[in-house]
C-alpha cells in the first residue's frame, strides 16, 4: 500500500472520562444516608435513646404528680413543650460534640480533613444530619408524652419546626465549641456533659422579668415555642422582632462556635496532636 490506512472510528480510542469534583449535595446526601445506615443497622440503640428518655419523663411526671399534685397538673403542658426542646437541644449538643469525640477515639479523625471540603464543613453537615435525626425521634418521645398524659397542644409544623430548628441552632454552636476544644484536649466528657444539665435553666429562664435573656441560647427560643405550642401562636402572628431576635441568636451562636471550631481544629494541627489520644 502506497498510504497509511485510516483507523476506523469504532478503534479509536475513546476518551477518558475525568471524574467530577463532588459537591455540597454529594457530601449533604452522604452523611444523611450514613445517618440513616446508623439508624437501621443499630436499632437497639436508637430504641434505647427514645426509652431513656420517655424513662426520665415518667419519673419526672409521676414523681411530680406525687410530690406537687394539682401544682403540676396546671404546669404540665409547659413541662412537656420544656422536655420537648431540652431532647432536642441534647441532640444538637451532642451531635457535633461527642461525635468529633468518637472519632478521636476510633483514630478517623484524619479522614475529615484529607476531604476536599474541609473539616468544618464536613462536621457541620453531620451535624445537621444528626439534628434531623433528633426530630424525628423526639417528635416519638413527644407523642409517647401526649398520650401518657392526655395533654393537647398545637402542634403546627410550619411554626413548631422553624422555632425549635432556629432555638436548637445556638446550641448546634456551642456544640462546634465543644467539638474544637475536644480536638484540643480529647478526653472533656465530664465537662460536656455537665453543660447539658445547663441547658435547663436555659429553657426555664424567665425571659419576662429579665429581658437580657433573651439573648442566651434556646431562651427566646423556648419562650416562643411555650407560646406557639401551649397558647396556639402561628408563626406569622408572632412580632417581627422576636423572629428577627431568633434568627439573630440562632446566627450569632452558630457563627461564633464555628469560628472556635476552626482556631482550636488549626491550632491542634499547628501543635501536632490533631491525631494524637
Request: charged share 15%; glycine share 12%; no cysteine.
Amino acid at each position: 500500500m502506497s498510504g497509511g490506512e485510516d483507523i476506523p472510528s469504532s478503534a479509536a480510542a475513546d476518551p477518558i472520562d475525568e471524574p467530577r469534583p463532588a459537591t455540597y449535595y454529594h457530601l449533604a446526601r452522604a452523611v444523611l444516608y450514613r445517618e440513616y445506615l446508623i439508624f437501621v443497622r443499630y436499632p437497639a440503640n436508637a430504641i434505647g435513646g427514645i426509652v431513656v428518655a420517655l424513662f426520665f419523663f415518667g419519673v419526672l411526671f409521676y414523681g411530680g404528680r406525687l410530690l406537687a399534685g394539682q401544682a403540676l397538673t396546671d404546669s404540665l403542658s409547659g413541662i412537656i413543650v420544656g422536655y420537648f426542646l431540652w431532647t432536642l437541644s441534647v441532640g444538637a449538643y451532642s451531635s457535633v460534640s461527642n461525635d468529633i469525640g468518637s472519632e478521636v477515639q476510633w483514630g478517623t479523625l484524619e479522614r475529615h480533613i484529607t476531604t476536599p471540603f474541609g473539616f468544618a464543613p464536613v462536621a457541620l453537615f453531620k451535624g445537621v444530619a444528626k439534628v434531623i435525626r433528633t426530630f424525628l425521634t423526639s417528635a416519638v418521645v413527644l407523642a409517647v408524652m401526649l398520650l401518657l398524659t392526655g395533654t393537647r397542644l398545637s402542634l403546627d409544623p410550619l411554626t413548631v419546626v422553624p422555632v425549635a430548628g432556629l432555638a436548637i441552632t445556638s446550641v448546634l454552636g456551642l456544640g462546634f465549641a465543644a467539638g474544637g476544644v475536644t480536638v484540643l484536649y480529647k478526653r472533656i466528657g465530664n465537662w460536656l456533659n455537665l453543660l447539658q444539665f445547663g441547658f435547663v435553666a436555659l429553657i426555664s429562664a424567665p425571659v419576662l422579668d429579665a429581658p437580657w435573656t433573651r439573648f442566651l441560647p434556646l431562651a427566646h427560643g423556648s419562650a416562643m415555642l411555650q407560646r406557639a405550642m401551649v397558647d396556639g401562636v402561628r408563626l406569622w402572628e408572632f412580632g417581627l422582632a422576636d423572629i428577627g431576635l431568633l434568627v439573630a441568636v440562632a446566627a450569632g451562636y452558630l457563627l461564633g462556635g464555628y469560628v472556635v471550631f476552626h482556631y482550636a481544629t488549626r491550632r491542634a494541627r499547628r501543635l501536632g496532636v490533631l491525631g494524637d489520644y
